[in-house]
Every structure is written in structure tokens, then in C-alpha cells.
């Protein structure tokens, strides 16, 4: 009652100057991109927020007797998220990465499952929903078209999320400054890295672009994307998240700076040493501050003056010079007092991954140290895989800081159904009631693919202060995923049983994050099976209740009958290695022909080719989309577009020169099934067919001197060449 009298009170008496609002204009125009046909038929309002609750709320009324439905929040944000929580429960239909449905409403749905009055209102429980790893700038977006951008900020905006990483296009920014402090061009585009590689580069584990060099279009045309990037967003209600001088720095500093303290970050992964071993300059030296306060005062006249959140990680997969507490706290002072020097309301978003992956270097007392340079409120840390292996725990709430809990879920964009819904609904929940320095929820997944309910889940229980309740979730889900009103009980019903097996993921301590096919992996008679870890093969399930709900499910959305039937396909292969390494080891293969061993492996390699037709049907699985994004960002330059395209097949193949974090990033894309997967099994296959021997195969000189170079070759195919070779 008080609410809504309140609304209608701010209505009257706003409403003129709420409508000249340009405040209003970013959600009026989402609406107008998503729901055109229904765009004058939705009135936006910002009102105060209550005193129950400093974070965001939104409530949805109807105008009596009209065909108008009002939407008022507290912010834009939270206007998004009430258009989206009318459109989603009302109309049954959804925004998606892959498959949306919101343009298939027909017809303006009436307000339902309101309350006393008929209106309906939502709140969030924190303050922050947070979005993207840095990594994703490569996985996902490194090839993204401003369209692709568009859409995908939408779908963040109306799942409510208000503080997103914005990446994009800083090496233009790094550019300006390093020329203003001296260095030469050669130089600086020997220090960055190619377009899929970037985040690897902003990290300080790599330097330099192997196969080629970062051609200067790129930071350019970037730097313009950023714009209208982070202009959207802030249309949107969100608060970007911007990059800062880290200290990574081109090797000529010590030749134009000798008094500068710089050291030598680790060798990474094992990268030729002239691509990792990158120097970094220490944050307690007075150059530090000198490029920090350059680097966001540059981004402030590019950008805007529109956020004081700055994303900076100095030790991501990189031991710090050493392990001295009274020095960990230097540099994080030194580093947070560079921030302030630039942005005196500066806060430092750290990626809190390093605690995890580094955990035997960082020990609780060092972390205490380092989190002890910047004040509460200074820092907010992103507690980055809180449903696997979280650190907030032990580190008691990064003692004291504000961080998030965040959802990893799949390493390099790999694509196994996988989740475990009860972590993240209560794991979330319970996290709250015991940390007060909790501010918000977020997705850090490292490239996003499918399993999107996995996500939505998250963010929706950002604004629910009780558990989800999972099967009322997954009726909502699938009804708003598959568009209104049109899905039979029955197919409710497979949901809840597919739910219940990849979704339920009661393997994780040996399993929790998206596994992949063993087809993805350097063939071998050893070492592929039962994998767990962090790119998992290890099935967490049982593969024929998969394919029991396979036969019944008739989605209606044709992405989930691809991915589907690639986890199907990808589970049968699995089977039938299995059984031809059965048949292999265990009979004495020298009594069979080469041809009987080629015939026993056919299947195999069919699933292969059965996998490879079935991805051709849907764009979202093609390896053609990923190598056109690239291509296209050339601008008709076909040296340049070669480059690109070189660096979209690298990431998902060897990722780096010679296979340096080999398939990490793999994909089941049809091109690349048929192209590159498929051949590599055919020469495994052949070589066990003219061994006839499992003692005589010799792993390292398979993998070496036979895959490598065909490996290799295959980076520098270009599409056309690919399209002539395989008749696609
Ligand atoms: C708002 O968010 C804070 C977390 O920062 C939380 O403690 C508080 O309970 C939330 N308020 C409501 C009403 O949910
Ligand atoms: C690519 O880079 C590797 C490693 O630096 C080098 O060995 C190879 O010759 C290069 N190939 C091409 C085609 O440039
Ligand atoms: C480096 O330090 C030395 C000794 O303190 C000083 O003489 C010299 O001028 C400095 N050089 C630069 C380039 O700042
Ligand atoms: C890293 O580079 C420095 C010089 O810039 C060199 O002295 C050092 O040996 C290199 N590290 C390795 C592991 O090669
Ligand atoms: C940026 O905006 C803030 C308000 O959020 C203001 O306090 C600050 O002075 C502005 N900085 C610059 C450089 O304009
Ligand atoms: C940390 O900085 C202080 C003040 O500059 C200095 O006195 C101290 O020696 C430094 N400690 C270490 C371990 O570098
Ligand atoms: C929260 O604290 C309670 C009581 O100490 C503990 O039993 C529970 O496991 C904690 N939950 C989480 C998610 O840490
Ligand atoms: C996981 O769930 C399945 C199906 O409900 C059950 O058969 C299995 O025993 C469970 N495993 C564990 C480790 O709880
Ligand atoms: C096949 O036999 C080899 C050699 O004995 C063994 O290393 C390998 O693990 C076996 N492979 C499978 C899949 O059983
Ligand atoms: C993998 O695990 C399955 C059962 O979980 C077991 O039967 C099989 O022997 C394991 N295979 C290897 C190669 O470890
Ligand atoms: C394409 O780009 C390359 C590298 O930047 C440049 O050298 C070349 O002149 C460009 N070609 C055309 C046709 O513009
Ligand atoms: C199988 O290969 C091993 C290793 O090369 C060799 O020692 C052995 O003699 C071979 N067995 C037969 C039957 O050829």
C-alpha cells in the first residue's frame, strides 16, 4: 500500500520531468531493441529507494483501464530487471546468448502473480551483480561486433547485472602513454599481444604476438567499440569496471629508465622465454604512480569520466619477487595509493584467483599482508570460483574487504552439460548470512557457451532472499526458454530428469566444472579417460539416461537439439574408445589385419563425422562464425584478416606456437570436428592399425612428429582453402 502510493505519488508529481529525462532514455531504448512492437506501451520511472533496503528494487504496476504497463525502480538497472522479470514470468518468453524468444510475443501480457494489488515488486539482496572474467575478452568477445555487444549488454542489463569489466580497447590507451613516456612504437607492439590473446598480455604472463604483430587498426578500432560500449553501459545503470596501469610494461623501460625498479614476472606455462618473462614495474617506484595517473586520466577522455571501479591483477598465475610480508604490503599500497593519486574515490577490483591457483605461495599470512595495503572500501575482491573452491573462508572475508561470490563454472569456453544448481542458490544464500562483507554475486566464467541456465540462476537469486527453489525454477526457465505457452507437460517433465542429471552435479568433488570430450584431447591409447580437474572427462553421470532423455526431449529451441545431441554424440565416443582400446589391448592385434583394426575404429571416427553434419545445422556452433567475426574486423585488409584468423584457430587449437596449452580452449564446432579433430583420430587410428602392436606406439613420438606438424599446418588454413579441401 505504502509502496505503490508512493510510486504513483512520484509518478504525478515526476512524470514530465522523469520523461525529459535522458536518464530514461537508455531503458525506453532497450525496450525499443527487444519488444519494438510493444515500445509505447511501457512507462519507466525513478524513484527514491525505501528505507527498508539501500539496494535496488523495482515494482510493476498497470495503469488502470489501460493497456500501459509502469515500471519504477530505484535505478535503471533495476528497471531493466523489471521489464525482464514482467516479460519472463508474464509473457513466458526470454532473452539468450544463443536462443531468444522475447520477439515472439504476441500479444502484451496482463501483470501476473502480483501481489494485494495486483502489482509485483522485486529487490535485490546486494548491492552488486557482477559480469566477466578477463579471460572472457578472449574466449568469447575478443572478436565481437558492436551487434554482438549490443545484444549481449541487453541480456546483462535485464538479468539485472550493474557492474560489468569493460576491456576492451585499452592497448590504445597504453599506446598514447607509453609513446608520451618515450617509447617507440617497435617497442610497444613488441610488448602486446594478438587479438585472442590480449587478456594474457593485461595479466603479465605474455608479451609479444607470435606468427605476427598486433597490427595498429586494431587498438584503434577498439578503442572506438569501447566507446560505444561503455556508453551503453552506462545507459543501461551499470558501472563499468575499467582497466588501470598494472605495471606490465614494454623491456625497453630499463633502457629509457635505468633508476626504474622493475623485475622479471615468471615464466609462464612454458612459453618460449621470449614471450612470458615480462617485466614489471614495481608499484612502489614514483614511475608507477607517474603512468597510472596518465593511463586513467587518457581513459577519462576517451570514456568518460563514469566509474571509479578499476580492475587491476598483478599476480595472476605469477609468483610476486618475494614472499616478504612487509613487501606484499608495499606493493599493494603502493599500488592502491597510484589508483588514488589518479581517482581519489579509486576502488581496486581484483580477480581473487591467485590465492587458489598459487595457494602454496600465498599462505594466509601473506594474503593478509597484501589485502593490508588499501583501507575496507578501497578493495573489492572477487572471490572468483566460490562454487568449487572458494578462498573467502579461509581468508575470514578477505579480512573484512567488500567481494563478491562468483561463478567460474567452465574453463576456455568448454561446452560439457554440466552445473550444480543447489551450490549456487544456496551456496550463495548461506555465504550471506555468514559474511558481512559480501556485496554482491557474479559470472567470471571464462568463456561463455552454454549451460545458460546455469547462470540465469545465479543472478536471479540475486534478487530472492530464500534458495530457489529448483524445479519451480526449471518449470519457469524451460517455459520462458522454449516461448509462450507452447511446451507440453512432457517436456517439462525431461527437463526436471536432465536437471537432475547434469544439473544436479552431486561428483563435485571430483568434477566441478563443464567437462570435455575426449575427442578434444591429442589422441592416445593412455591418459584420456577418467580425467578430473579442471577440463574433466570423467563421466559424472550415467551417458544412458542421457540418452533416454534425448530421445524423449523434442526442444523447441534448435540449439538445445544441437547441444543435446553433441553431449550424446560426445558421451558414445567415449564408449567407443573404450572399446576399441578394449579390443586393441586386450586381443593380440598382430593376428588382425591393418584393415580388421581400421574396421573395428570406424565408429569412432563416424561419431566424429555424425558430430561434424550435426553442428553445421545451427551458426552457434560453427567454427566458420568465430573465424568471420575475426576476419571481418580487417576491414577488407587481407594480410591483416589472415593474422586474425590465425590467431581464432590458435586460441582453440595449440594456444601459443607449438601447442604450448594444447586444446585447452577446445570447441566441438563443426569445421573444426571435421577439419581438425577428425584427422588427428584417422592418423591415430592408422598408426595403431599399422603397429598392430600397443607396446610399439610411442606417445611422444606420435604426438611430435606426427600431430604437431599437422597441427601446425592446419593454423594456416584459411577458410576459403578449408571449404576446397573438405567440399563444406
Ligand atoms: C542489501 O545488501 C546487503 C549486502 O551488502 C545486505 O546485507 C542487505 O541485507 C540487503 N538488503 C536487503 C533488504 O536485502
Ligand atoms: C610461427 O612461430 C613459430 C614460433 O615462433 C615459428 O617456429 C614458426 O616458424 C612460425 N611460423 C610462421 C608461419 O610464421
Ligand atoms: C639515476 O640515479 C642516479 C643516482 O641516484 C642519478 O645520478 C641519475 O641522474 C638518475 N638517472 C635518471 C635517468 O633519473
Ligand atoms: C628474462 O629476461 C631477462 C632480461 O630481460 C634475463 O636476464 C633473464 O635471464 C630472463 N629469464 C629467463 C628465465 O630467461
Ligand atoms: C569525476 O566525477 C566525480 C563524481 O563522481 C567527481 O567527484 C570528480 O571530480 C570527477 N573527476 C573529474 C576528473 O572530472
Ligand atoms: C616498505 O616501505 C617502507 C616505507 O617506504 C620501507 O621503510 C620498508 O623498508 C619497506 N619494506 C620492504 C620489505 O620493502
Ligand atoms: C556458515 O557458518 C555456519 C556456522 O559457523 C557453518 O556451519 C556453515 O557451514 C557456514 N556456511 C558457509 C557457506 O560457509
Ligand atoms: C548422485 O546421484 C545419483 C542419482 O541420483 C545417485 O545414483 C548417486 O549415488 C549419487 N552420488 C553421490 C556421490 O551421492
Ligand atoms: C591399453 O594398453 C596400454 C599398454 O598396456 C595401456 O597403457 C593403456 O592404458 C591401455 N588403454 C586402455 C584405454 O585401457
Ligand atoms: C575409469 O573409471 C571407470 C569407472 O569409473 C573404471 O571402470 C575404469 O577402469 C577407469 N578407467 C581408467 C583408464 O582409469
Ligand atoms: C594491410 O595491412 C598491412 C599491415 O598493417 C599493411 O602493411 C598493408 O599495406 C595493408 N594493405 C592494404 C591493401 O591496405
Ligand atoms: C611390440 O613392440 C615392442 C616395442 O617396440 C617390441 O619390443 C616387441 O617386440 C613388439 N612385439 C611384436 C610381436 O612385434
Known amino acids: ?140 568477445t575478443a572478436f565481437y561486433s558492436w551487434a554482438d555487444w549490443e545484444h549481449l549488454l541487453d541480456w546483462a542489463a535485464m538479468h539485472g547485472i550493474n557492474l560489468p569489466l569493460a576491456w576492451v580497447g585499452y592497448e590504445q590507451v597504453l599506446i598514447d602513454i607509453f609513446e608520451e613516456f618515450g617509447f617507440s612504437q617497435a617497442q610497444i607492439v613488441n610488448f602486446l599481444s594478438g587479438p585472442a590473446f590480449l587478456p594474457w598480455n593485461r595479466f603479465g604472463n605474455i608479451q609479444g604476438s607470435w606468427n605476427g604483430s598486433l597490427p595498429l587498426e586494431w587498438p584503434r578500432q577498439q578503442m572506438q567499440l569501447q566507446q560505444k560500449i561503455v556508453k551503453r553501459m552506462v545507459e543501461l545503470g551499470m558501472t563499468p569496471v575499467l582497466p588501470s596501469f598494472t605495471g606490465f610494461v614494454p623491456n625497453a623501460i630499463t633502457d629509457l629508465y635505468p633508476n626504474a625498479t622493475v623485475i622479471k614476472s615468471s615464466t609462464w606455462s612454458g612459453f618460449p622465454v621470449t614471450y612470458t618473462n615480462v617485466t614489471f614495474l614495481e608499484p612502489l617506484d614514483p614511475l608507477f604512480t607517474k603512468l597510472q595517473v596518465a593511463v586513467i586520466q587518457r581513459q577519462r577522455t576517451y570514456y568518460g569520466n563514469v566509474t571509479h571501479y578499476y580492475t587491476l591483477d598483478q599476480y595472476n598465475e605469477n609468483s610476486p619477487f618475494s614472499g616478504d610480508v612487509g613487501y606484499l604490503k608495499n ?111 557474479g559470472l567470471t566464467m571464462e568463456g561463455q557457451e552454454g549451460n545458460q541456465m546455469v547462470y540465469d540462476i545465479l543472478l536471479d537469486q540475486a534478487w530472492s532472499s530464500s534458495s530457489l527453489n529448483i524445479k519451480l525454477y526449471t518449470e519457469e526457465y524451460v517455459q520462458a526458454r522454449y516461448g509462450p505457452k507452447i511446451v507440453s507437460a512432457d517436456v517439462i517433465e525431461c527437463w526436471h530428469d536432465l536437471v537432475n542429471l547434469v544439473y544436479m552435479n552431486n561428483a563435485s568433488s571430483v568434477v566441478n566444472v563443464v567437462p570435455k570430450s575426449i575427442y578434444e584431447l591429442a589422441p592416445n591409447i593412455n591418459g584420456l579417460l577418467n580425467i578430473t580437474g579442471h577440463h574433466p572427462t570423467k563421466a559424472f553421470y550415467d551417458f544412458s539416461s542421457l540418452v533416454d532423455i534425448w530421445k524423449k526431449l523434442h526442444p523447441h529451441v534448435h540449439y538445445d537439439v544441437v547441444d543435446f545431441t553433441r553431449q550424446v554424440l560426445a558421451n558414445q565416443f567415449l564408449d567407443l574408445y573404450v572399446d576399441f582400446m578394449h579390443f586393441y589391448n586386450t586381443t593380440n592385434p598382430s593376428a588382425s589385419t591393418s584393415s580388421e583394426i581400421i574396421d573395428r575404429a570406424e565408429p569412432l571416427l563416424e561419431v566424429l563425422r555424425t558430430a561434424d553434419r550435426v553442428l553445421y545445422t545451427d551458426v552457434n556452433f560453427l567454427l566458420g562464425s568465430w573465424i568471420a567475426r575475426a576476419r571481418a574486423l580487417a576491414d577488407g585488409n587481407d594480410t591483416i584478416a589472415d593474422y586474425y584468423e590465425f590467431e581464432a584457430r590458435n586460441q582453440i587449437t595449440l594456444w601459443g606456437p607449438t601447442g604450448q596449452i594444447n586444446n585447452y580452449a577446445s570447441k566441438q564446432w563443426a569445421g573444426l570436428v571435421g577439419s581438425y579433430y577428425l584427422p588427428q583420430w584417422e592418423m591415430f587410428v592408422e598408426t595403431l592399425a599399422f603397429q598392430r602392436n600397443v607396446s610399439a606406439f610411442d606417445v611422444a613420438t606420435f604426438q611430435h612428429t606426427m600431430l604437431l606438424p599437422l597441427d601446425i599446418q592446419w593454423q594456416w588454413e584459411s577458410g576459403a582453402r578449408l571449404k576446397t579441401k573438405h567440399g563444406a
Open 331 to 441: 606493493v599493494s599500497l603502493g599500488t592502491i595509493e597510484s589508483l588514488r593519486a589518479a581517482d581519489p574515490d579509486a576502488v581496486w577490483v581484483m580477480q581473487g584467483w591467485l590465492f587458489f591457483s598459487d595457494s602454496s605461495f600465498w599462505t594466509d599470512e601473506r594474503i593478509r599482508a597484501y589485502l593490508s595495503g588499501p583501507e575496507i572500501g578501497q578493495l573489492l575482491i572477487l572471490d572468483l570460483f566460490s562454487e568449487g573452491s572458494p578462498q573467502w573462508q579461509r581468508t575470514n572475508s578477505y579480512y573484512g574487504h567488500d567481494w563478491i561470490w562468483c561463478e567460474l563454472h567452465d574453463f576456455g569456453g568448454n561446452q560439457g552439460l554440466e552445473g550444480n544448481l543447489p551450490t549456487l542458490t544456496k551456496g550463495f544464500t548461506s555465504a550471506m548470512t555468514n559474511s558481512s562483507s559480501l556485496v554482491g554475486v
Open 1 to 140: 500500500m505504502k509502496l505503490i502510493s508512493l510510486v504513483l505519488a512520484a509518478l504525478a508529481l515526476g512524470q514530465a520531468v522523469l520523461c525529459a529525462n535522458s536518464e530514461l532514455d537508455g531503458i525506453y531504448n532497450l525496450v525499443a531493441r527487444q519488444l519494438p512492437q510493444f515500445a509505447d506501451k511501457f512507462e519507466f520511472a525513478l524513484v527514491p529507494p525505501t528505507t527498508a533496503s539501500s539496494n535496488d528494487s523495482y515494482t510493476i504496476s498497470s495503469k488502470a483501464g489501460k493497456d500501459t504497463v509502469i515500471i519504477s525502480g530505484t535505478t535503471v538497472n533495476s528497471l531493466a530487471r523489471g521489464f525482464y522479470h514482467y516479460v519472463k514470468q508474464c509473457g513466458q518468453v526470454s532473452i539468450s546468448w544463443t536462443a531468444s524468444t522475447i520477439n515472439t510475443l504476441g500479444s502484451l501480457p496482463r501483470l501476473c502473480g502480483g501481489g494485494q494489488h495486483g502489482s509485483i515488486d522485486g529487490a535485490a539482496i546486494v548491492p552488486w551483480r557482477y559480469y566477466f572474467n578477463t579471460v572472457t575478452f578472449g574466449y568469447t
